[in-house]
Nanobody
Framework: QVQLVESGGGLVQAGDSLSLSCAASGGTFSNYAMAWFRQAPGKEREFVAAISGWSGSTKNYADSVKGRFTIFRDNFVNTVTLQMTSLKPEDTAVYYC?????????????????WGQGTQVTVSS
């Protein structure tokens, strides 16, 4: 059983940067593809970014965050980080970390078994 704990959310202004971290425990972290999803008020949860296991050589990003967000992992400390720059009010959401023991770098919610509780990111205009 994998446990995921997100941190780093907060209130920022448009144009600011923020980094979210997800700490994993309970499994062999390097075996897991990791992802970030987000859910804005009144909207469906949506894919943000994902990274492959092991070296993290494969990364996928939602079109809405390409060029602004970067996902990377550190297998020594079992964390995955979402570095967010040029934040916009429409990035406001609860951000969730997800994990799946797979070689695939999925972009769908049902491709991930383990989920964190989420961390709130609010971007003011």
């Amino acid at each position: 059983q994998v446990q995921l704990v997100e941190s780093g959310g907060g209130l920022v202004q448009a144009g600011d940067s923020l980094s979210l971290s997800c700490a994993a425990s309970g499994g062999t972290f390097s075996n897991y593809a990791m992802a970030w999803f987000r859910q804005a008020p009144g909207k469906e949860r949506e894919f943000v970014a994902a990274i492959s296991g092991w070296s993290g050589s494969t990364k996928n990003y939602a079109d809405s965050v390409k060029g602004r967000f970067t996902i990377f992992r550190d297998n020594f400390v079992n964390t995955v980080t979402l570095q967010m720059t040029s934040l916009k009010p429409e990035d406001t959401a609860v951000y969730y970390c997800a994990a799946e023991e797979s070689r695939r770098v999925g972009v769908l919610q049902n491709e991930y078994t383990y989920w964190g509780q989420g961390t709130q990111v609010t971007v003011s205009s």
